[in-house]
């Protein structure tokens, strides 16, 4: 049950970032509404995990630069002349922070790390083909 679930998180997790770059970056919110979806569906099985298994949360120097960009661009937000653009953005930073902290707590096991490694490689290279493309 364990590989499934790894796997279907892992999936999630694949279709979020190809969903969030192909879709014209997300720059309107009916393009970024899969992804938002997406990272509500990865957040519902990330904290599923955490209630079955009591899993101590793993620290690293990075969380904080994390954090302190949304609380900036949280702040930039509140202080916005355009109130409407600058929403957008705050939820795109916050969909990526949670999507890093997610990474971060759940894809532990050097096989996880191989799958997301694997998966953004190939998002590259399929970009730059289609840069070439273009």
Partial sequence: MTKLYDGAMIAIMA???FGAVLALGGVTPELLAPSFFL???L???AVGRS???ARAFKESPLHWPVLLFLA???ARYLT???EYEGRIEVFQIALCAIVYFICANEFRTPGHRKALV???AGLAVFEAMYGLWQ
Avoid: A
């Fill in 80 to 82: 916005s002349p355009i």
């Fill in 72 to 74: 900036y661009s949280l």
């Fill in 15 to 17: 279709l979020l970032v």
């Fill in 43 to 45: 957040s519902i099985l």
């Fill in 118 to 120: 694997f998966m953004l």
């Fill in 39 to 41: 990272g509500l569906l």
């Fill in 51 to 53: 209630i079955v298994r």
